[in-house]
């Protein structure tokens, strides 16, 4: 079956379709790619597949840099990558870096991440910077821990806290971290806490702990009591390794009733170990919505 060449180079949406699937799934890989040849990423990028599968990169590389030099970002990505694992980076690099001076964000983090891996962070940090202060929340994360790798912490703190008050989930998180990790306890409490209120699920997961190795008992006792199960299983194991076991087991009976099907787990290893098994059982069978008798 003839491929609709003339429609394709004409403009014809459908036909550059047709006439990009057609040698793939007939194995001509080797056929000249019209498409392509006018810089149609589309047509390249499913082209450039096959190629790189079967190991013919430098022809991939070809294929790509029709669009890439046409201008087209993504291509201009895919460009870069096929460049570096050709052991071409510095052509890589300043591919790269002609996009990201135009504005492109992806193409700033992908550069910064190649200079990291040639050990170039300086320069990295350098590229980062600018987006990071402009609101780019994942060139921000990406700073922030280039920046903790070189041990400068404080400013990766600073950096996270537009982030992270603007919502950044993964901001929040990291930046509750690095003050746990510096001894600012109650600053990490309180960015948790704040992420936490918001609906934000990791930082309800990482608030319990922080608690919990700051000993804020009475903090995560009202988080337990306003239905926080990872907050009541975290009081649970408090209360165990001080002894009170029966503690533990109000802390958890909430949750567990709520539904909460590591609280029910928990209460019931708890109830068994001492020997109240009818009350483990009910537990059980009633967080897997069974009662008593069914």
């Given at each position: 079956?003839?491929k609709?060449?003339?429609p394709?180079?004409?403009g014809?949406?459908?036909?550059?379709?047709?006439?990009?699937d057609?040698p793939?799934?007939q194995?001509?890989?080797?056929?000249?790619?019209?498409?392509?040849d006018v810089g149609n990423?589309?047509?390249?990028?499913?082209l450039?597949?096959?190629?790189s599968?079967?190991?013919g990169?430098d022809?991939?590389?070809?294929?790509?840099?029709a669009p890439?030099h046409?201008?087209?970002s993504?291509a201009?990505?895919r460009?870069?990558?096929l460049?570096a694992?050709?052991?071409?980076k510095d052509?890589?690099?300043?591919?790269?870096?002609?996009?990201a001076?135009?504005?492109?964000?992806?193409a700033?983090r992908r550069?910064?991440?190649?200079?990291i891996?040639q050990?170039?962070?300086?320069?990295?940090i350098?590229?980062?910077?600018?987006?990071?202060?402009a609101?780019?929340?994942?060139?921000a994360?990406?700073?922030?821990?280039l920046?903790?790798?070189?041990?400068?912490n404080?400013?990766?703190?600073?950096?996270?806290?537009?982030?992270?008050?603007a919502?950044d989930?993964?901001?929040?998180?990291?930046?509750a971290?690095?003050?746990?990790?510096?001894?600012?306890?109650?600053e990490a409490?309180t960015?948790s806490g704040?992420?936490?209120?918001?609906?934000?699920?990791?930082a309800?997961?990482?608030?319990p702990?922080l608690?919990t190795?700051?000993g804020?008992v009475?903090?995560?006792?009202l988080?337990?009591?306003?239905?926080?199960?990872?907050a009541?299983r975290?009081l649970?194991?408090?209360?165990?390794?001080?002894?009170?076991?029966d503690?533990?087991i109000?802390?958890l009976?909430?949750?567990?009733?709520?539904?909460?099907?590591?609280?029910?787990?928990?209460?019931?290893?708890?109830l068994?170990?001492?020997g109240?098994?009818?009350n483990?059982?009910?537990g059980?069978m009633?967080?897997m919505?069974?009662?008593?008798?069914d």
């Amino acid at each position: 079956m003839d491929k609709p060449r003339i429609p394709a180079d004409a403009g014809d949406q459908a036909a550059a379709k047709q006439s990009r699937d057609l040698p793939s799934r007939q194995g001509r890989v080797d056929e000249p790619w019209t498409p392509a040849d006018v810089g149609n990423w589309a047509a390249a990028e499913h082209l450039n597949n096959p190629l790189s599968n079967r190991g013919g990169k430098d022809e991939a590389i070809g294929v790509v840099g029709a669009p890439a030099h046409a201008g087209d970002s993504r291509a201009v990505r895919r460009l870069a990558g096929l460049l570096a694992k050709r052991g071409r980076k510095d052509e890589a690099i300043d591919l790269l870096r002609a996009r990201a001076d135009a504005g492109d964000r992806r193409a700033t983090r992908r550069l910064a991440g190649l200079l990291i891996r040639q050990l170039r962070e300086d320069e990295a940090i350098d590229v980062l910077r600018a987006p990071a202060d402009a609101g780019d929340r994942r060139a921000a994360r990406q700073l922030a821990e280039l920046l903790v790798r070189r041990g400068r912490n404080d400013e990766a703190i600073d950096l996270l806290r537009a982030p992270a008050d603007a919502g950044d989930r993964a901001a929040a998180r990291r930046l509750a971290e690095l003050l746990a990790n510096r001894g600012r306890a109650d600053e990490a409490i309180t960015v948790s806490g704040i992420a936490a209120n918001a609906g934000n699920g990791p930082a309800a997961r990482q608030l319990p702990n922080l608690l919990t190795q700051q000993g804020r008992v009475d903090k995560l006792r009202l988080r337990a009591d306003a239905g926080d199960g990872s907050a009541a299983r975290r009081l649970a194991e408090l209360s165990i390794r001080q002894g009170r076991k029966d503690e533990a087991i109000d802390a958890l009976r909430a949750s567990a009733d709520a539904g909460d099907w590591r609280a029910a787990e928990q209460l019931a290893d708890l109830l068994a170990q001492q020997g109240r098994w009818m009350n483990c059982v009910s537990g059980l069978m009633l967080v897997m919505g069974l009662r008593p008798g069914d």
